[in-house]
């Protein structure tokens, strides 16, 4: 369809999930647009890995280099400053300030795209998605490509009988291969379809329901399987969160027992075990160790850490004695510090911790603007669920450079800032008239 007759559909027009509305307002847009929701499909979804034909470019990549291009011929690309890009650069700049002060810098070279790109990422799509629209069809690109990982790993935990594997479940080749943190990325779905269902169930169709159940489904049924005992309190976590200002009403304390029991029952008892000895265990003791020295890092470092993913080289020397793990070649080596909060301070100091904290706490508020979208305070506060859930569940997991917080945070940024948009058209209008 050509651009030159943009479809005039409303966000309302698209939800819960029009997909002949959809498609025709995708296709209505700018490439900057199309560019931006390719790239997010093919780093999550994995289109390339399902079908190795395919897999002859680096497809997100191209398609992230073609968003930067086409965003400057695209009248509504803008940037609208926030809070929230000033601690990011803050904390960006920080990062890179521990470069200079790296115990070995040559660490913090190797993987300082694991950062940059979460950067560049999040500045872009706050540029590119700045209407009601446009974040809406995103956010449906961002459930999709979740629910396709979160089915697959379902039906393979259902297949097994719901028993427990050592190895939990394993998503696609990428950020979500590992069980661990795909299961975080399932906390973060699951909290957005909590807010999806009060939003849009009333006014939705059987085969919309259906994709909302599976939304809300699946990914419990993943982070059950997943061995990953962070995410699953995590899970619990996000549960009394949501039903904290309910949960003693009878009816709602019933039905909270009820999916309490039920994730108990699915839950295989070997997982019960983990639980149990948490805190004895071989994997429990290291993390011990490494968040006891890690906070001793940051206090012999406390401006600038020990450098950019110089936790392993600085406590491989320092600490010789304290690392039990061992490795496939039957090596006792360190591995990152299992947290965080931790993973920061010891990469860039205080200061880059403080920032951090400081993104995470502005994302929380919403714009004093009144928005005529109804579902906004819904969708918002099922992101910023996902960012509670991520919080807690990386407190046993070194997932700080990871796209679970960066898109999240791109995510409520955008959204908040549609509204902005929204106002900025409105005031015009009347203007003119």
Not at 238 to 247: A, K, Q
Not at 317 to 327: I, K, R, S
Not at 361 to 378: G, H, I, M, T, Y
Request: with cysteine.
């Amino acid at each position: 369809m050509s651009r030159s007759n943009q479809v005039e559909l409303k966000v309302e027009d698209l939800s819960f999930f029009k997909v002949r509305q959809l498609w025709q307002y995708f296709w209505s847009e700018h490439p900057a647009f199309w560019f931006i929701c390719a790239y997010l499909f093919f780093e999550y979804f994995r289109p390339q890995a399902i079908y190795p034909a395919i897999d002859v470019l680096p497809w997100a990549q191209s398609f992230l280099a073609g968003a930067i291009v086409a965003q400057f011929f695209d009248k509504k690309s803008r940037l609208q400053w926030c809070w929230t890009h000033t601690w990011l650069l803050l904390f960006a700049l920080q990062i890179k300030l521990s470069f200079f002060f790296a115990y070995d810098p040559s660490w913090s070279e190797r993987y300082q795209i694991q950062y940059l790109q979460w950067i560049i990422i999040y500045f872009l799509v706050c540029q590119i998605v700045t209407t009601k629209e446009r974040f809406y069809v995103f956010l449906l690109v961002f459930i999709i490509c979740s629910l396709k990982i979160s089915i697959g790993t379902a039906v393979v935990f259902a297949s097994r009988g719901f028993s427990f594997t050592s190895w939990g479940l394993m998503g696609p080749p990428g950020y979500f291969q590992n069980s661990g943190e795909l299961a975080i990325q399932m906390v973060v779905q699951f909290c957005l379809a909590i807010y999806l269902m009060r939003a849009y169930w009333k006014k939705s169709n059987r085969f919309e329901r259906l994709i909302l159940l599976a939304t809300l489904i699946t990914p419990a049924l993943t982070i059950m399987g997943a061995s990953s005992r962070g995410s699953q309190l995590a899970l619990v976590a996000v549960l009394i969160y949501y039903f904290r200002w309910s949960l003693f009403k009878p009816k709602i304390l019933v039905s909270f027992s009820i999916i309490l029991a039920m994730l108990w029952v699915i839950l295989p008892e070997e997982q019960l075990g983990r639980f149990q000895n948490m805190g004895e265990d071989q994997t429990s003791v290291q993390r011990m160790l490494y968040w006891t020295n890690g906070i001793d890092m940051i206090a012999d470092h406390p401006m600038t850490g020990v450098g950019y993913y110089n936790f392993i080289p600085y406590y491989t020397d320092v600490y010789p004695n304290d690392m039990h793990f061992v490795n496939r070649q039957g090596e006792r080596v360190a591995e990152l510090p299992h947290n965080i909060f931790i993973q920061i301070g010891t990469d860039a100091g205080v200061p880059a911790l403080m920032f951090y904290i400081l993104i995470v706490l502005s994302l929380k508020s919403r714009n004093k603007v009144q928005s005529d979208w109804v579902a906004f305070k819904e969708i918002h506060a099922g992101l910023y669920l996902g960012v509670v859930g991520f919080l807690i569940a990386g407190q046993f997991v070194t997932v700080g450079y990871y796209p679970f917080f960066w898109v999240s945070a791109a995510l409520i940024t955008s959204i908040k800032q549609t509204l902005l948009t929204s106002k900025k058209e409105r005031d015009l209008s009347q203007a003119a008239s």
